[in-house]
């Protein structure tokens, strides 16, 4: 101690600094060293390494490429020797070796590098190519990292020529772009645990659907003579102002002996029967009506979307665009006012027809929103590849958002990455006044759930809408024995 605080000998203060210089250098590189152990443990633990390519991320890249006018954009996992390819866009690039390459310097700088003229940089020049085939003028890397920060692979984006370097938004971009490869990468985990846990209740509600085979088709046919469906409304808000914006529309049974029956009771058995293409017809032309009935009491209510929700098997018919369209001419409802709800595995049985029937309804002008988003498959991918216009968040994800650091990430990222592809988020299932504000910090713009309304008939919500600026009440918590996922 005496040695660092005699500061009357330079002498002694020489050693002194040279001594501490040596320690600091020693303490760095083992905590280097066991950073690198943990970033590789976490990697070999994701399962990313012993995997192809993978379609995924090709939404991440493709946009990447061509947000920023990019030659070649990738997206890598790096291990202690290589970086394994998982997505490239522009041009063919496989595995590359990890020495000298852009990621060790953002390892390194423990963030972002971004390179505008190579030729200004020796230590690029004189090494090996940072590219096997293309010959690199500019680059820009940022990290794509673990919930707990280990930089796990690169998202990077080269060009041919020189360029100026980027901005600090275009640099937020790239990394809201990384952040979305982080959040995809925790989506599947959680995706395979919620697999799990929706197999075990689809095998209960199998065993019950197959011990009563009610409804059947004689049955459904008849409620649709006897009109005992009905729609029910649930109210969507703009959060930040609890303005009503719109509503979904909810399909009941009124069974006259066994009372109002929830979709889950007998879409199912619809589908399979295929009655759910009239019962389908039916709900959309009733929501039309619906719809107009709103203006006329009240022309203001001409900016509300009434979504509807469609299965599977309706867009297996490649005239829904032109069913559509004529059902809104017929009762002269703008195209703005509807929207059409759909999962991403209703998708994916038709993928072709699906693509042409949803880019008919969108030339007609209707609202195309993906719902619960984030169960389905590579989620991503079919999001860029599909033309949707919102995306509404599985309540799941919601439920969850309270229980911690990484859920909450996770809810973030989902709301930043409908903001990058220019799409309106909507959080379902907001049960309780901590979701409600948590997500209006996130920015998620708007949400519908038991917190605001219960889904309703189309009176009651009649008398929402009747509210001055139509703007719900600040809400209440509800008591514990309503709420679906009671904490
Ligand atoms: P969905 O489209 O995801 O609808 C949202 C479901 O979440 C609705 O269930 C709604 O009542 C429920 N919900 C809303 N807010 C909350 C909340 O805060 N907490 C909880 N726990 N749940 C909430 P619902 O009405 O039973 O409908 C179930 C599903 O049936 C719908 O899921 C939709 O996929 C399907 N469905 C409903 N109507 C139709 C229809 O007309 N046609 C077709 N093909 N399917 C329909
Ligand atoms: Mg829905
Ligand atoms: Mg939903």
């Known amino acids: 101690m005496g040695l660092f605080r005699d500061k009357q000998n330079p002498r002694l203060q020489g050693e002194a600094n040279a001594f501490v210089m040596v320690q600091m250098e020693f303490e760095t590189v083992t905590e280097k060293r066991q950073q690198e152990a943990e970033r590789l443990a976490m990697l070999n633990s994701s399962g990313i390494l012993d995997t192809g390519p993978d379609p995924t991320y090709d939404a991440i890249t493709r946009l990447a490429a061509e947000y920023f006018h990019a030659d070649v954009a990738l997206l890598g996992f790096v291990d202690a020797t290589r970086i394994w390819i998982k997505s490239y866009w522009g041009e063919v690039v496989r595995e590359l070796p990890r020495a000298h390459s852009i990621f060790e310097t953002i390892l390194e700088e423990d963030g972002a590098v971004v390179i505008p003229d190579l030729a200004h940089y020796a230590r ?67 995706r395979k645990a919620f697999t799990r846990e929706d197999a075990r209740r689809t095998s209960t509600t199998r065993r ?49 002996e066994r009372g109002l029956l929830s979709p889950v009771d007998f879409i199912p058995a619809a589908e399979e029967t295929g009655l759910i293409l009239p019962i389908g017809d039916w709900g959309l032309a009733e929501a039309c009506r ?108 919601v439920a969850r958002m309270t229980d911690g650091d990484q859920p909450l990430q996770i809810v973030r990222t989902i709301v930043e990455l409908a903001r990058v592809l220019g799409m309106d988020v909507v959080a379902e299932g907001i049960e309780t006044v901590r979701q409600y504000r948590m997500l209006r910090q996130l920015g998620c713009r708007y949400g519908q759930g038991y917190l605001f309304a219960r889904p309703m008939t189309a009176e009651e919500v009649t008398g929402l809408l009747r509210l001055p600026g139509r703007i719900l009440p600040e809400p209440r918590e509800l008591p514990p024995e309503l709420l679906a996922y009671p904490a």
């Open 208 to 256: 019950t659907s197959a011990t009563h085979s009610w409804p059947r088709s004689a049955d459904l046919s008849r409620a649709l003579d006897h009109r005992e469906f009905e729609l029910f409304y649930q109210p969507e808000v703009e959060l930040a102002t609890r303005r009503i914006v719109g509503m979904e529309a909810l399909i009941r049974w009124r069974h006259p």
């Open 124 to 190: 690029y020049r004189s090494r090996r190519p940072l590219l096997r085939h293309l010959d690199v003028g500019f680059f820009a890397g940022v990290p794509v990292r673990s919930g707990n920060g280990s930089i796990l692979g690169v998202l990077t984006i080269f060009n041919r020529r020189s360029r100026p370097s980027l901005s600090p938004d275009e640099l937020q971009m790239l990394q809201n772009l990384a952040s979305m490869v982080a959040s995809q990468l925790e989506l599947q985990r959680l």
């Open 290 to 397: 619906q719809i107009q009935e709103w203006n006329l009491e009240d022309p203001a209510n001409q900016s509300l979307r009434v979504c509807v929700n469609l299965s599977a098997r309706q867009f297996s018919r490649e005239g829904l665009a032109d069913h559509v369209e004529s059902l809104l001419l017929q009762s002269g409802t703008s195209s703005r006012q509807l929207g059409l709800e759909m999962t991403e595995s209703s998708l994916i049985p038709n993928m072709n027809t699906a693509t042409q029937v949803l880019d008919g309804l969108r030339s007609l002008g209707i609202s195309l929103l993906m719902d619960d988003f984030g169960t389905g498959y590579s989620s991503l991918n079919h999001l860029h590849s599909f033309p949707f216009d919102v995306l509404k968040m599985d309540r799941s994800f």
